[in-house]
C-alpha cells in the first residue's frame, strides 16, 4: 500500500476521523509507517499534523477509524493508556519541561516511575543521554536557564528516556530561534540514522525532504498526497500540493 | 486624653496582665498550631477530590463543592458555637468529653479548610495544561502526574496567599475565646473585668501583632523573590 522497503508497517491508522464539536478535524485518515522509518507530516496551521500525532498518543480519542501500533488496535477494545505510551514518545513545540524538576530530573522522571528503574539506574540512563547531547554540564540547572535549542534537546531525551519504539514530533523547531534551529535537527537527524522509527510534523521542508522516507500533505483534515519526499517535493501530483509548496517557496523556506 | 490612656494603655495594668494574657495566648498558639497542620492537610485532599475528572468521580466533586459553599459562607462564629456547646450534648464518647479548646481547633479546622481549598484549587488550575499532558505522554498516571508535576508548581505558587489565610486564623483562634475557652482575648476580658481596665486587650493584640509581622514579611518576601524569578525567566 505505501512506500515501506523495510517490510511491515510499524503503525497503520485506518479512516481515523476526529471531531472537536461540529468541527472535523481529521477525516478519514490513512497513514502507514514502516519500522524504522520516518514520515514528516507538513501542511499549514490547523491543517489537523498535531491532532493526528496527538491522537496516536492517546492524548487525543478518535471518534472513527483505527490506529494499530506495533500490532496492538489503540482503539478498539480495552487499552491501557499508559502502557502505550510507554512504548510512543512525544515533543512538542513548546518544550514543556517541567520548571520546577532539575533538567537531570525531568529525563529521570519517565524511568523512575514508570519504568521503574531503581534511582541509580535512571540517574546513569539520564545522564548518558544527557552527554551524549552534549548537555551533562547542565544537568543540575532548571529548565528556564536553558536556551530554547537546548530545552527542547533536552525534552527529547526526556521522551528518549522511556526507550519508546516510536517517536511523535510535533512541530519541535517551531517556537526556536532560526539559530538554534539547527541543533535540534541535527538531534532528530540522529535518530533516524539509528533507525528510530519517527513521525514529524514540520514546516521545516528541507529537513523534510532530507530525512523522511515518506512525506505526507494534510490539508483540511485529510491527507491530501504522500509519497517519498523527491515525488512530493519535486513532482507534485495535487494542485492544492503545489500551491502550497509555492507558497513556502516564495516565503524562501525551501 | 489622660483617661484614655490609663483605661486602655496603662503601662502598670501592662505588665500587671502580662502573665495571664500570655498564659492565654499560649492555648491561642496551640490551637493555631494544629489547626493549621489539618488544614494544610484537608484542603489538599478535598482540592484533589474537586478536581477529579470523569462522570465516576460526580458525586464527589458534588460534596467537595457543597463542604466548601457551606463553610466559606457560615460565620466562625456559628460553626464554633455549634461544634463547642452543640456537639458535646450529641453524648457521643470522644465529643462528650472533648475539652472546649480540642472542639474549638475543630471548628477553626472545619471553616479554614474551606477557605484553603479554594487556595489550592486556584493553584492546581493555574498550572498550565500541557505540563500535565506532558507527564501523561510520559507514561506517567493520572495520580503521578498530579503528584509528581502539578502539586509541587500548585502548591509553590499558592504560598503567599495560604499564608495570608493563616494569619487570618491565628487571629480567628480568638473567636474561640468567646465561647468558654481562656485563651488571650478571654484572660484580657477577665482582667478587664476584675481591675476595670481594659490594658489587658492591647497586651493581647501585641502578642498577636509579634505572631503576625514575621508571618506577612515573609509572605511578602516570598511575593517578591518570585516576580523576581518570573522576570528573570522572561529575559
Redesign the interface.
Known amino acids: 500500500m505505501s512506500a515501506d522497503a523495510n517490510g511491515h508497517a510499524f503503525v497503520s491508522l485506518e479512516g481515523v476521523t476526529k471531531r472537536f464539536g461540529d468541527l472535523e478535524v481529521l477525516r478519514k485518515v490513512d497513514l502507514e509507517v514502516g519500522e524504522h522509518n520516518v514520515v514528516c507530516l507538513i501542511g499549514a496551521s490547523g491543517s489537523g499534523k498535531s491532532t493526528l500525532l496527538r491522537c496516536i498518543?492517546l492524548?487525543e480519542r478518535v471518534d472513527e477509524g483505527e490506529i494499530v501500533v506495533d500490532g496492538q488496535s489503540l482503539t478498539t477494545g480495552k487499552v491501557d493508556v499508559?502502557?502505550v505510551?510507554?512504548k510512543v514518545?512525544?515533543v512538542?513545540q513548546?518544550y514543556?519541561?517541567?520548571?520546577?524538576m532539575t533538567v537531570l530530573q525531568n529525563v529521570m522522571?519517565?524511568p523512575r516511575?514508570?519504568r521503574g528503574l531503581g534511582r541509580g539506574r535512571s540517574e546513569a540512563v539520564a545522564r548518558e543521554l544527557l552527554g551524549r547531547i552534549g548537555l551533562e554540564s547542565k544537568a543540575d540547572e532548571y529548565p528556564?536557564r536553558l536556551s530554547g535549542g537546548q530545552q527542547q534537546r533536552v525534552a527529547i531525551v526526556?521522551?528518549l528516556a522511556?526507550d519508546p519504539e516510536l517517536m511523535l514530533l510535533d512541530e519541535i523547531t517551531s517556537a526556536l530561534d532560526p539559530q538554534l534551529v539547527s541543533e535540534v535537527l541535527q538531534l532528530v537527524r540522529e535518530l533516524s540514522e539509528v533507525g528510530m522509527t519517527m513521525i514529524i510534523a514540520t514546516h521545516e521542508m528541507s529537513f523534510a525532504r532530507e530525512v523522511a522516507d515518506k512525506v505526507c500533505f494534510l490539508d483540511n483534515g485529510v491527507i491530501c498526497e504522500q509519497g517519498p519526499p523527491e515525488e512530493i517535493f519535486s513532482n507534485p501530483q495535487e494542485p492544492r500540493t503545489r500551491e502550497f509548496l509555492a507558497r513556502i517557496i516564495e516565503a524562501g523556506r525551501l | 486624653m489622660h483617661a484614655v490612656l490609663h483605661a486602655f494603655a496603662s503601662p502598670s495594668a501592662f505588665r500587671q496582665a502580662i502573665p495571664d494574657v500570655w498564659s492565654g495566648f499560649l492555648i491561642n498558639v496551640h490551637m493555631m498550631v494544629i489547626a493549621e497542620a489539618l488544614v494544610l492537610v484537608l484542603a489538599l485532599l478535598i482540592a484533589v477530590v474537586r478536581g477529579l475528572p470523569g462522570r465516576g468521580a460526580k458525586p464527589l466533586r458534588g460534596l467537595a463543592i457543597l463542604y466548601t459553599d457551606f463553610f466559606r459562607g457560615t460565620p466562625l462564629t456559628i460553626v464554633a458555637y455549634v461544634c463547642i456547646l452543640g456537639l458535646p450534648g450529641l453524648g457521643y464518647g470522644i465529643l462528650k468529653n472533648a475539652s472546649s479548646e480540642a472542639l474549638g481547633i475543630v471548628a477553626l479546622t472545619v471553616v479554614y479548610t474551606a477557605y484553603v481549598t479554594e487556595v489550592y484549587r486556584a493553584g492546581i488550575e493555574s498550572v498550565h495544561g500541557s505540563q500535565r499532558m506532558a507527564a501523561r505522554s510520559l507514561g506517567l498516571s493520572y495520580g503521578q502526574a498530579l503528584r509528581y508535576v502539578v502539586l509541587p508548581q500548585a502548591i509553590r505558587r499558592v504560598i503567599p496567599p495560604l499564608l495570608n489565610d493563616f494569619i487570618g486564623l491565628q487571629k480567628d483562634t480568638a473567636i474561640i475565646g468567646a465561647i468558654g475557652v481562656t485563651e488571650a482575648a478571654a484572660q484580657a476580658n477577665n482582667f478587664a473585668n476584675s481591675y476595670f481596665n481594659f490594658t489587658g486587650f492591647l497586651v493581647g493584640a501585641v502578642f498577636f501583632i509579634y505572631l503576625t509581622i514575621p508571618l506577612a514579611r515573609f509572605t511578602d518576601h516570598l511575593i517578591r523573590e518570585r516576580e523576581l524569578r518570573e522576570r528573570a525567566a522572561m529575559v
Open positions: 498518543n492524548l499508559n502502557a505510551r510507554r514518545g512525544i512538542f513548546a514543556n519541561l517541567f520548571p520546577h522522571l519517565g516511575k514508570v528556564d526526556r521522551a522511556m
